[in-house]
């Protein structure tokens, strides 16, 4: 089992920066794709970010302003957000899952291991 726990969320201001933390524990994680989503009121969970041990993938509204790193020696993954808008606004949950889908990896119902999400809201 491997369980995740994310922080790093707040309340700031459209323009400004977050970095969201995702500690794993339980087995190391390496060899793991490890996900970001988020989800806002009302809507389905989407995909945000993802990153295996060789490459990164974002999803087209966050590209350019996100950024996804993991450190495998702490079993920790960050989502360093810039120039956030209000419609990032959402609660952000940590996910990972052993292996690689190059289908699967962008799939909320297909990650096996979440966290239990922190919040991040954007004023305007």
């Known amino acids: 089992q491997v369980q995740l726990v994310e922080s790093g969320g707040g309340l700031v201001q459209a323009g400004e920066s977050l970095r969201l933390s995702c500690a794993a524990s339980?087995?190391?994680?390496?060899?793991?794709?490890m996900g970001w989503f988020r989800q806002a009121p009302g809507k389905d969970r989407e995909f945000v970010s993802a990153?295996?041990?060789?490459?990164?993938y974002y999803a087209d509204s966050v590209k350019g302003r996100f950024t996804i790193s993991r450190d495998d020696a702490k079993n920790t993954v960050f989502l360093q957000m810039n120039s956030l808008k209000p419609e990032d606004t959402a609660v952000y949950y940590c996910?990972?899952?052993?292996?690689?889908?190059?289908?699967?990896?962008?799939?909320?119902?297909?990650?096996?291991?979440w966290g239990q999400g922190t919040q991040v809201t954007v004023s305007s």
């Open positions: 996910a990972g899952t052993l292996g690689f889908n190059s289908t699967n990896y962008r799939i909320a119902t297909k990650q096996r291991y």
């Open positions: 990153i295996t041990w060789i490459a990164t």
């Open positions: 339980g087995r190391p994680v390496r060899g793991y794709t």
